[in-house]
């Protein structure tokens, strides 16, 4: 399995509060990437990083920010949590080949 | 914009039975293409992948996708379901000049029955 620890698992949070997510990687991968999967929609990309502090927007990034200030770490911030945002959020890291994206096991927010 | 596809929501096939579910993409390139699995409350793991060359493709624990250019498909294929199989199977396109960005579908839902 690749190397991708998310924290917290689980988190239960109130509207209007911030939240952190932590995405760290012991592969030394350059891409790193924010998923958020809710039912019928698959996942859908957030943010996503080639570098150390090079981020791009993805499909659905309003109500998000993020920050990589190190090659292994990659945060996701709400800076005001909704309940439209309660989700799983997958973290993913990716070779500079492109050959492979691997995904961490989820991160559970729940928004109320 | 890249787009994918999976008709079938459900998919319901009785152990030992074979198994097919279907993928249609959309890309202006030569994509790159996956298949994932997900048990719950897991995480993605890769079945398979295709990036040039051969286009069927063997995975892990026993399954297989063929790409087809001309229909724009890339289905998965398994000859005999086991009950493990239960799962939550997803196809992605990517392209390195995306930025390795994979879109997902929306994902097919496979149940066993014994």
């Known amino acids: 399995d690749a190397g991708i620890t998310q924290s917290p698992r689980h988190k239960v949070t109130e509207t209007g509060t911030p939240v952190t997510l932590r995405c760290h990687q012991t592969e030394n991968h350059r891409y790193m990437y924010w998923y958020r999967q809710d039912p019928g929609h698959g996942l859908r990309l957030i943010h996503y990083?080639?570098?150390?502090?090079?981020?791009d927007k993805g499909e659905v990034s309003d109500g998000y920010s993020v920050s990589r200030s190190k090659t292994e770490d990659f945060l996701l911030t709400l800076e005001s949590a909704t309940s439209s945002q309660t989700s799983v959020y997958f973290c993913?890291?990716?070779?500079?080949?492109?050959?492979?994206?691997?995904f961490g096991e989820g991160s559970w927010l729940t928004v109320v | 914009a890249q787009s994918v596809t999976q008709p079938d929501i459900h998919i319901t096939v009785s152990e030992g039975a074979s198994l097919e579910l279907r993928c249609n993409y959309s890309?202006?390139?030569?994509?790159?293409l996956f298949w994932y699995v997900q048990s719950p409350g897991q995480g993605l793991q890769l079945l398979l992948k295709?990036?040039?060359?051969?286009?069927l493709v063997q995975g892990i624990k026993g399954f297989e996708a063929e790409f087809k250019r001309s229909q724009s498909s890339f289905n998965l294929r398994k000859p005999s379901v086991h009950w493990s199989d239960a799962a939550e199977y997803f196809c992605a396109v990517g392209a390195r000049a995306a930025g390795n960005k994979l879109t997902f579908g929306g994902g097919t839902r496979v149940l066993v029955k014994p």
């Open positions: 890309y202006g390139a030569t994509p790159y």
């Open positions: 993913a890291i990716g070779e500079s080949s492109g050959n492979t994206i691997y």
């Open positions: 990083s080639y570098g150390v502090k090079d981020t």
């Open positions: 295709y990036f040039s060359g051969d286009t």
